[in-house]
């Protein structure tokens, strides 16, 4: 199933575990982006309704749990055939494991370890949860040493109706309590029989009960006592003990009466006055004997006369007796020479041997050693020093975050500064540096946003830069990278954070393509990073002169356009039908003759307001021009004359032909429809259709304008 996504948000990774009903994954929360650990009911099981109830059971009994202690569930699920339960990941091993490598613990560590099992233990019992199999495989030891208990697949509410389960016996046999295996009440006080097996276990490396079979085992539990932990390893204190031999009593009576009075017992029998207290009793222990040990006082019968006849006769049989042994002492007494001097030799020969053990003791016994402190020191320098000295060093090490050790650097350990015995085990906690947070992702936020963020996560706004901007698609100012990466872990407190931002796309400024020809006007765009729309090509009839470019889109010459826009244009395909081609000689003297003067015409006709059609000429005497007009019928052009910068006339130009003629040194009558104008406007040029006709200059339509000007009129 790895690969699979389960629920469209869980990501299986990779297989961690498994047992006999389900198999646990390593999954990514894709949602909240964190790992997770996800329970999958076996195949085989899926159509199996008691299992499926069992499975899920196991969500509905732990999600009402909420402690330290407990692994937290965080979904439960079903996708097609597979049922799924999505719960917090712990990254470290089952105790299992750590007795299979390291049993017997140190008597701190398992005490540490069932106090937090018993702390989980009395708050699952106060919300009426029975766990029913706590086991070594079923409780998790994290990377920082915490124990969290987890599989509460068989867990039961206790109620009135599920108190006694007189069904099938569920759980591991191994650590069943007597009534569990009798398959009757299991009620707190089995939790806490099984805890007791636990601690044993973590203790002395084995089990106090083994058999053949699983049956065989659940009789021992039974009916047989087991070994004293103390036996099996005489390091265990005797207060430590007293905890094991008062869980684990037959009689449910006998037991503590709670997990929190037994949790009480766990946090005080390391104390230095109770560690050497008296062994643990129990009332049925004194069956048989008074209240002083003494054996029990007796009623015996009276006697009887028969019973009375029957001792006189004893008394003469044991006279006799008494004459026969008399006769016996009189044999030689060497009989008994031999047995004595065996009896010696026997006697010295035992002293020898108990004096050659207790010589051998003395060899044998472990030397003491000093234990340092080794705090500070990097992990494998301190555990070589512990090492040259005789000692051991728990592997792997207890890890715990530290804003004041460098990772890898001891920060604790369990003994220092005091005498201990060669040999002994020495547990260091390491640093693994200042506890670090996952890198949000910023990106696609802008930038103002993405640093309030970092900011929550109580990064300094001073350690957050903004790296080299770049030209992308998105708006300018938005988060297109970030170093270190989304989901990294980090140090807020120390971490130089930056980020990429966007300048938007690049852009050009649209240059002028109005009056280019198609050529130049490609030419143009490609070297300003900008392509033509072909397809959107249009030719249309125009006042611009044919084969210009008259209109170009989506913006105007001047502004700034995203590089690799593409550009319409519309290409001018001829004036509009009816449209004609003026040209008027236009004679304008200078101020005052033989003195320079400075010379500017401009029109109004349909190619717009104030074209120059004269570019400012210096003229010393009258000079004529010739002045373009394009026109459409019932339209009236404007000339407009400017001398040394300042207008001296307009003159109005109608679309039909008419004579035109102004004498600048003969200015006409006032009666004159021209209106007296002081220049001369003679010769209007042809309608673009060839001819015309004009006074003073009698100019055609085909003449080529003297300025510079084209005459389309007529072609």
Not at 172 to 186: Q, R
Request: glycine residues 8%; charged residues 25%.
């Amino acid at each position: 199933m790895i690969g699979q996504t389960l629920g469209g948000r869980y990501e299986l990774l990779a297989r961690i575990g498994g047992g006999g009903m389900a198999l646990v994954y390593k999954a990514r929360d894709i949602l909240l982006n964190r790992f997770v650990a996800v329970k999958v009911l076996r195949q085989q099981f899926a159509n199996d309704d008691d299992f499926v109830r069992r499975f899920r059971r196991e969500a509905q009994a732990a999600a009402s749990l909420s402690h330290p202690n407990i692994v937290s569930i965080y979904d439960v699920g079903q996708e097609d055939d597979t049922h799924y339960i999505v719960m917090e990941l712990v990254e470290g091993h089952n105790l299992n494991e750590i007795i299979r490598d390291r049993a017997p613990l140190q008597v701190e560590e398992a005490v540490r370890i069932a106090a937090q099992i018993c702390d989980a233990l009395d708050h699952a019992h106060h919300n009426q949860i029975i766990h029913r199999d706590i086991k070594p495989h079923n409780i998790l030891i994290g990377n920082n040493g915490r124990v969290k208990v987890t599989d509460f697949g068989i867990a039961r509410a206790v109620t009135s109706s599920t108190i006694t389960q007189t069904g099938s016996v569920v759980g591991s046999v191994h650590y069943f309590s007597p009534e569990h295996a009798k398959g009757v009440t299991t009620g707190e006080k089995s939790d806490i029989y099984s805890l007791g097996i636990v601690l044993y276990q973590m203790l002395t490396g084995r089990l106090p009960f083994l058999g053949e079979s699983p049956i065989s085992v659940a009789l021992k539990h039974l009916q047989e006592s087991f070994e004293d932990p103390r036996i099996v390893n005489p390091h265990i204190p005797q207060s430590v003990e007293n905890v094991i031999l008062k869980a684990m009593r037959k009689n449910p009576q006998e037991r503590y009466a709670s997990a929190r009075a037994m949790l009480g017992d766990l946090e005080t029998c390391l104390q230095p006055q109770r560690l050497h207290e008296p062994r643990v009793q129990f009332a049925s222990e004194y069956e048989g004997e008074d209240k002083d040990g003494e054996e029990a006082t007796r009623v015996i019968p009276a006697l009887k006369p028969d019973m009375r006849m029957s001792s006189e006769e004893t008394v003469a049989k044991s006279s006799s007796r008494k004459r026969e042994l008399a006769a016996e002492e009189e044999e030689p007494r060497r009989r008994w020479v031999l047995p004595t001097v065996l009896g010696v030799i026997a006697v010295i020969l035992i002293g020898i041997l108990i004096w050659a053990i207790s010589a051998l003791n003395g060899a044998l016994k472990p030397n003491d050693v000093q234990v340092p402190d080794v705090t500070g020191s990097q992990y494998e320098e301190a555990k070589a020093e512990l090492e040259a000295l005789g000692l051991k060093v728990m592997d792997p090490p207890i890890k715990l975050p530290s804003d004041e050790y460098d990772p890898n650097e001891v920060m604790d350990q369990d003994r220092k500064n005091m005498t201990v015995k060669e040999g002994s085990t020495i547990t260091l906690t390491v640093s693994t540096g200042p506890e670090l947070s996952v890198m949000p992702d910023v990106s696609g936020e802008s930038y103002e946003t993405a640093v309030e963020q970092l900011k929550a996560h109580g990064v300094d706004e001073s350690r957050i830069t903004k790296g080299e901007e770049v030209y992308d698609d998105a708006s300018p100012g938005t988060v297109l990278d970030q170093e270190p990466k989304a989901n990294a872990e980090f140090d807020p407190k120390t971490a130089e954070i930056v980020l990429t931002v966007s300048k938007g796309p690049e852009s050009v400024e649209m240059p002028d393509l109005i009056g280019k020809t198609l050529e130049e006007a490609k030419a143009i765009l490609l070297q300003n990073n900008l392509t033509l729309d072909e397809d959107a090509l249009s030719y249309e009839p125009s006042f611009t002169p044919k084969g210009q470019v008259f209109k170009q889109f989506p913006v105007d010459p001047g502004k700034q356009v995203d590089v690799g826009t593409a550009v319409k244009l519309w290409i001018s395909n001829g004036y509009p039908e009816g449209t004609k081609e003026k040209w008027i000689d236009v004679t304008v003297p200078p101020a005052e003759d033989g003195k320079e003067s400075t010379i500017r015409i401009t029109v109004n006709d349909e190619t717009g307001e104030d074209i120059e059609r004269v570019a400012p000429q210096k003229i010393k005497s009258a000079t004529t021009f010739r002045v373009l007009l394009v026109m459409l019928p019932d339209t009236q052009g404007v000339i407009k004359i400017y001398r040394d910068k300042v207008q001296q006339e307009e003159i109005p130009v109608p679309y039909e032909d008419q004579p035109l003629w102004v004498s600048p040194f003969d200015p006409p009558a006032a009666d004159d429809p021209i209106g007296g104008l002081p220049f001369d406007t003679g010769g209007q040029g042809g309608d673009g259709n060839g001819g015309g006709q004009g006074q003073g200059g009698q100019h055609g339509g085909q003449e080529s304008n003297p300025q510079g000007g084209n005459n389309e009129g007529g072609q």
